[in-house]
């Protein structure tokens, strides 16, 4: 159980468009979803945090214009990011938690790259 | 705010052999989680294993155990029989509980199991 998925798994874009990406959990209902970024050989930076129905809770420095987040559902969150440039090609990672289980589950990451 | 630090960013251990992973946090709160991830190249984060800081048994997981000091504030990770699929990143983490827990992750450490 408390299985995550992402897709894509990898996208290649050109700079200027936007890209979304969707996390759902797939065998519980998440109440609570969170959206890290990760860069080669670094830890995970946390962007943002998202509950069902709520607008989502940005980390500071996190440009809420350019990464915009939809958690319209229990099972399902994305992650759009508007008018990508090279420097947001990175490693995508979404994480869900359940109420009460303190614990994150996490999907296997989606690799943007923006040419 | 809490802190979470891995000051190796590298290690080897020979395979079938024991290595130990260090963390240290730093922490206002009483009751909380720790754990540990595995990042291997796939990039899919993996829970090893998981310490609630009440518990004073520390936590094990077959070939893996942590020895968690509340008071020090260590909490680290021992490989035991080390294989070569333990070769990966590994990240240790801590989590305050309570809505919207968010995990907050140290920088991380590169383990290289040689054969």
């Known amino acids: 159980g408390a299985v995550v998925s992402q897709h894509p798994s990898r996208v290649i874009c050109k700079s200027g468009t936007s890209v979304k990406i969707e996390c759902r959990s797939l065998?519980?209902?998440?109440?609570?979803m969170f959206w890290y970024r990760q860069f080669p050989k670094q830890s995970l930076m946390l962007m943002a945090t998202?509950?069902?129905?709520?607008?989502?809770?940005?980390e500071q420095g996190v440009e809420k214009d350019k990464f915009l987040i939809n958690h319209a559902s229990l099972t399902l969150s994305t992650l759009t990011v508007t008018s990508a440039h090279p420097e947001d090609s990175s490693f995508y990672i979404c994480?869900?938690?359940?109420?009460?289980?303190?614990?994150?589950?996490f999907g296997p990451g989606t690799r943007l790259t923006v040419l | 705010a809490q802190t979470v630090t891995q000051s190796q960013p590298e290690m080897s251990v020979q395979e079938a052999e024991t290595v130990t992973l260090s963390c240290t946090y730093d922490?206002?709160?009483?009751?909380?989680?720790l754990f540990w991830y595995k990042q291997p190249p796939s990039r899919q984060m993996i829970l090893v294993i998981r310490?609630?800081?009440?518990?004073?048994q520390n936590a094990t997981e077959n070939r893996f155990s942590v020895n968690f000091q509340k008071a020090a504030k260590s909490f680290s990770l021992k490989i035991s029989d080390s294989q070569l699929g333990d070769t990966a990143m590994y990240f240790c983490?801590?989590?305050?509980?309570?809505?919207?827990?968010?995990?907050?992750f140290g920088k991380g450490i590169t383990l290289s199991v040689r054969p």
């Open positions: 994480s869900a938690s359940r109420l009460s289980y303190n614990e994150q589950f």
């Open positions: 983490a801590f989590m305050a509980p309570g809505a919207n827990s968010k995990l907050t």
């Open positions: 998202s509950n069902e129905g709520s607008k989502a809770t940005y």
């Open positions: 065998d519980f209902q998440a109440t609570t």
């Open positions: 310490q609630e800081a009440y518990k004073q």
């Open positions: 922490t206002s709160e009483s009751n909380y989680y």
